[in-house]
């Protein structure tokens, strides 16, 4: 929120106005053009809001990638990578799902194998093996398997991160639906990223059904960003369920953390995280909203500036530009773009100094729409909320 809250004050704080000046003259002669030469010019001063965009960065500066994740992969190729890594449990009266990190480990859920030390994985092509209980942490609900006689050709999955994930992203879910559904398929988007206490989730519309507990919810990168952990029932909220974040799995995984003793006290975290996660207000709602506005704000000013930027532009192209690309809500866009815009010669005007002008504002704008869009995504604003109010002051622009 420390973001949200920079830009929204950068952005709407009232200093005094900066001029935007005309273009410097173009050079003529006294001779030829005597009245030019010592005549002032009759065009007004522009004001503009650019004084709150400062100060003035000097170069431009692309917005840091949220992800440095592979290439997405067609659905059906993750789907198929991911498939041969997962394997249905059965843990005394209890069944669910887990899938290998290593040949020889599987993770799942602690709720999955609850009150056992060792339990049986149903593979692929009828193969079954043993595996024992050698960690577990009920407080994130997940559980380490060491598989017996492990085959070296078996599997695996890559391990992501949580901390990446943008809202609207595609998910897939993978499990044994109802315990006996083996290499059920669900697919959805990313809905929030939220905190029940000292424990990360991952909320999704991919369904979870009893039985896909412990099963991988995988990016378009073909990575395991969160072990599926919950699915609230359509009397409680319809398409709501929740994965726990793969980053808990890694300390378990490790060793680095203690796990503790196999007991039904495992079922408790599930109960606690349903209770506050499917309440009706939380923090990063609150979050959200906060940023929403801070994001108004900051498209509310940076309109403003823009249409400074328009008067400046349709004043004096006319006499300076010879072509200009279009590929956007304001025709001074394409002097962001490289080979967009040629600048011809005036008698009147220095073309070259007007339009170094127009880009070095236009630049300012571009930076703090992407920092503002930045701080918006990190607050959870969704991506369409976004972009209509981008639409709202015409700022839609492919650039940003």
Known sequence: MVIAVGTAFWWTRRPPAVALSPPARAPVAQAEHPAEATGATSDAVLTTDFARLAPVVAAEAEAEPVRANATPAPLEDVIGDVLPAVVSITAGQARGTGFFIKVDTVLTNAHVVDGQSVVQLSLGNNILASARVTNVNPAVDLAVLQ????????????????????????????????????????????????????????????????????????????????????????????????????????????????????????????????????????????????????????????????????????RYSGECVVRAGRNGDRPWFAALEAGAVEIGQSLKWDCSNWIETVRSHAAEVRIRVQQASEAARHDGVYPGVVREMRRRYKLEWSGW
């Open 147 to 314: 598989v017996a006689n492990p085959d070296p050709r078996q599997r695996t999955l890559r391990l992501g991160s949580a901390g990446g994930v943008r809202v609207g992203e595609e998910v897939v879910a993978v499990g044994s639906a109802l315990g006996v559904l083996s290499n059920t398929v669900t697919r959805g988007i990313i809905s929030a990223v939220r905190q029940a206490g000292a424990v990360t989730l991952i909320q999704t519309d991919a369904a979870i059904n009893p039985g896909n507990s412990g099963g991988p919810l995988v990016n378009r990168a073909g990575e395991v960003i969160g072990i599926n952990s919950i699915g609230v029932s359509k009397q409680a909220g319809e398409g709501l369920a929740f994965a726990v974040a793969i980053d808990h799995a890694l300390p378990l995984v490790s060793g680095r953390a203690p796990g503790a003793p196999v007991s039904s006290s495992a079922h408790a975290p599930i109960a606690s995280l349903q209770q506050q996660m499917t309440a009706s207000s939380s923090e990063a709602d609150a979050a959200r909203d906060r940023g929403e506005r801070a994001f108004s704000d900051a498209m509310q000013a940076a309109g403003r500036a823009a249409d400074s930027i328009d008067d400046y532009w349709n």
